[in-house]
């Protein structure tokens, strides 16, 4: 019995060791940086695989051949969330010129860590809430992006000569973050169908795709036109029912977050059932904090990534989504780039402005 | 009413997993052994079905495949559930321990064996998962059927569910007219890897589109619950499974009536649990588990 469990032990211990990539920083005229990941590591096709392609392009490389890597950037993944300040030490004792950590679950350890080590550089995604002089904090305009996927839904259904479309939106967790991205989608739907009817749903739980399957296929019968995840795993939910459909002979969609998600969506050749997704360009961070750190201009602080800085933007990747549609979403990016569009980012601003229409589920801290 | 109607086949899709899942575990456990690492074994087949399922599609097997690899990921879980076997049975170790050192060491080889296949920590996503029928109904749902069906039938009905059953209740007796324990334990094991691993096949391939760490999500200790629950008989478990699975529909069923809209969308995910924990209390009393459950069998001591 002892043994069998020393056994089992072992093996754990060995899978957890193969996780972990340790690589010293050597010095260069080129800054070093270090990726700490949470326990999904880089290839989570989302904030960390983006940060990571990043920091790879800065140097010119590419992901299936990172060159340098070890020598001048690496990646430690945290197997869990006790790992966070422990590998935050590390780095900083390492002595790396940057180091990189992505979403608010590292907030707590970075506001811990960062004020003990002064001269080291750090930068953080989606956390505007540090405010320590050697923190870079970069967060996102979702609303912006979110308002160009919910534009090219609508136009797409006015192409198909669709009368009285229904939208969805199916949320993760509810927070003012996935507020803003439901309230961009809401606005986009209405500047072109003012009276839409849109329904929400939020699944609570970021891993529960069965949830949100289930929702789409209510909302899909019930004549829902195209539904907007912003939910991670739970949204692959929605991309199997709307895969479904399609194959069917239905004419429904899914919208894609964060990354393009339309090869998630290919159900036949180069068809899929993700007509478009709205982007988070989570690697224009890196390489911008980079640039920073390689200029000498590095200094703490919150850094909005607008679409005019690159930071949001959608994907043309779906060859169904119409001429037509990609013209009138690329005229209303410029619109809001040059301000002529405003996107309200709390659910409290849209309601007062009657953008968004009262009942949803959707929070503002 | 109509809208209801349309909610079966949904229900039925996050019901067939969890009841598979349960069935396996109430043989595990007829038989004396405790199988908490249902959750775990259902990680391996969703991770091989997966996995299969991306590399048959490939290579042009559409519908057939899924079949495949339904049948694939529930081989090599049951493979997997040799360890808890033995550990249980022949070493008579701590069945929890070997359970969960099961369910730590499921997390790690899926991930392990999704870097080694596809350089990523999730499989790759397929294309086309198993489709639903003319009535909406997906292929598990009938598979389910077939597992409760089979399962009552071996159990009450031939000598060898008898014989399960009497090692589960008192192995010493069974051994004392023939019966050979240690053979009937490992069946019973090896039937609760074979059908947690089918189930989690099910899941990924009527669920979503890919494997990835948390695609199982607590699915296998609901089957334990629900084995519970449901008082370790066919009928009790498919009646827990399916109040847990309608529970867990809720929510979204909830979203089409105005009124319960209103409610805080939280209610309906404590719902499951509220509802397990109020059942249990309401019908707690009797003791219905089988009397050596978790209990390894010494031939020397008795």
């Known amino acids: 019995m002892k043994k069998t469990l020393v056994v089992l032990l072992v093996l754990a211990m060995a899978f957890s060791a193969f996780a972990q990539a340790q690589t010293e920083a050597k010095t260069s005229d080129k800054p070093t940086v270090r990726l700490l990941t949470d326990a999904t590591g880089i290839d989570d096709k989302s904030f960390n695989a983006a940060a990571w392609r990043g920091i790879v392009d800065f140097y010119g490389e590419t992901v299936a051949n990172p060159a340098s890597k070890g020598k001048l950037y690496d990646v430690v993944t945290a197997s869990s969330s006790d790992m966070y300040i422990p590998n935050l030490k590390n780095a900083a004792d390492a002595g790396y010129d940057l180091i990189v950590v992505t979403g608010f679950t590292w907030a707590d350890a970075l506001i811990e860590v960062a004020p003990q080590y002064p001269d080291q550089k750090f930068m953080i995604v989606d956390v505007n809430w540090c405010s320590q002089p050697n923190v870079l904090e970069y967060i996102y305009t979702e609303e912006q992006g979110s308002y160009l996927v919910g534009l090219a839904a609508a136009l797409q259904a006015k192409a198909d000569g669709i009368a009285n479309p229904k939208f969805g939106f199916i949320g993760g967790v509810p927070s003012s973050t996935i507020t803003k991205f439901e309230i961009g989608y809401i606005m986009g739907i209405k500047s072109v169908f003012p009276n839409a009817e849109i329904l929400d749903f939020y699944a609570n739980d970021w891993g529960k795709p069965e949830l949100a399957k289930a929702q789409a296929k209510n909302w899909y019968d019930n004549g829902v036109y195209c539904i907007f995840s912003a939910a991670g795993g739970t949204g692959n939910g929605t991309i199997a029912q709307a895969k479904e459909y399609r194959m069917a002979g239905k004419n429904v969609w899914a919208i894609g977050v964060d990354s393009d998600q339309y090869a998630d969506g290919i159900y036949d050749g180069t068809k899929s059932a993700v007509l478009t997704s709205m982007l988070k360009l989570v690697e224009n961070s890196t390489i911008d904090g980079l640039s920073k750190v390689a200029a000498g201009t590095f200094k703490g602080g919150v850094i909005e990534m607008s679409m005019e800085m690159g930071g949001v933007g959608y994907s043309k990747a779906n060859p169904e989504l119409k001429a037509e549609v990609i013209t009138a979403v690329d005229a209303a990016s410029a619109d809001v780039i040059s301000g002529k569009i405003t996107v309200y980012k709390t659910y409290k601003e849209a309601l007062a402005a009657g953008a968004a229409p009262a009942g949803l589920g959707a929070l503002d801290d | ?302």
């Open chain 2, 1 to 302: 009413m109509n809208m209801i109607l349309s909610m079966i086949p949904t229900i039925l899709m996050i019901v067939s997993p969890i009841l598979i899942t349960a069935i396996g575990g109430m043989i595990c456990e007829r038989s004396g052994v405790v199988n908490i690492a249902l959750e775990g074994l259902m990680a391996i087949g969703a991770c091989t079905a997966a996995s299969c399922h991306y590399f048959l599609e490939l290579a042009g097997w559409g519908q057939a495949g899924a079949w495949l690899s339904l049948l694939i990921g529930a081989i090599v879980a049951t493979l997997f559930s040799t360890i808890h076997a033995v550990a249980a049975i022949d070493l008579k170790a701590d069945q929890t321990i070997s359970g969960t050192g099961l369910n730590l060491l499921s997390d790690g080889v899926t991930i392990f064996a999704a870097q080694i296949l596809f350089r990523a920590d999730r499989t790759k996503e397929f294309r086309v998962g198993m489709l639903s029928d003319r009535i909406g109904l997906y292929p598990t749902a009938y598979i389910a059927l077939a597992v409760v069906l089979v399962a009552w039938y071996v159990l009450y009905k031939t000598p060898f569910g008898m014989h399960l059953r009497a090692c589960g209740e008192h192995p010493a007796a069974a051994d004392s007219v023939g019966i050979n324990v240690r053979v009937i334990r490992y069946a019973g094991v090896l039937t609760s890897g074979f059908l947690a691993g089918l189930a989690g096949g099910c899941c990924v391939l009527t669920q979503t589109i890919q494997y990835t760490s948390n695609t199982i999500n607590g699915r296998g200790f609901i089957a334990l619950a629900a084995v519970a629950f449901g008082r370790w008989t066919p009928l009790g478990v498919t009646g827990a499974a399916f109040l847990f699975g309608a529970a867990q529909a809720m929510s979204v069923i909830a979203t089409n009536f105005a009124f319960l809209k209103r409610l805080p969308s939280e209610i309906f995910n404590i719902l499951p649990y509220a509802v397990t924990l109020i059942a249990l209390i309401a019908f707690s009393g009797r003791e219905f588990a089988p009397r050596s459950s978790g209990k390894p069998y010494d031939k020397g001591a008795s």
